[in-house]
């Protein structure tokens, strides 16, 4: 098993910045590419960004430019760092992992889910 742990929400005003991460744990040699969806009420779970064990990254097309996905592989630690926030990236994060890159190329469901970090950007 895989445990996932995410820190780093809160409350932002628009424009600000906020750095989320996510300690790995368990049996990590499994996995492949880890990612960030998130989940706003009333709209679709959306993956935000993915990054594979080589780095290779991917974002979705509204957070482009703005954050970004990294990996301190020594620390088993994942990061998403936000800047120019809007209130529309408000919305519950949730830290995923799997052993293949293709859950996050077809937008599927990954193995592995952490329980959430709330990011509200309000003013």
Excluded at 8 to 17: I, K
Excluded at 53 to 82: E, P, W
Excluded at 89 to 105: G, K, L
Aim: charge should be positive.
């Amino acid at each position: 098993q895989v445990q996932l742990v995410e820190s780093g929400g809160g409350l932002v005003q628009p424009g600000g910045s906020l750095r989320l991460s996510c300690a790995a744990s368990g049996s990590i040699f499994k996995i492949y590419a880890m990612g960030w969806y998130r989940h706003a009420p009333g709209k679709q779970r959306e993956l935000v960004a993915f990054i594979t064990r080589d780095s290779v990254t991917d974002y979705t097309d509204s957070v482009k430019g703005r954050f970004t996905i990294s990996r301190d592989n020594a620390k088993n630690t994942v990061y998403l760092q936000m800047n120019s926030l809007k209130p529309e990236d408000t919305a519950v994060y949730y830290c995923t992992a799997d052993t293949a890159v293709i859950v996050y190329s077809l937008r599927g469901v990954p193995d592995y889910w952490g329980q959430g970090t709330q990011v509200t950007v309000s003013s």
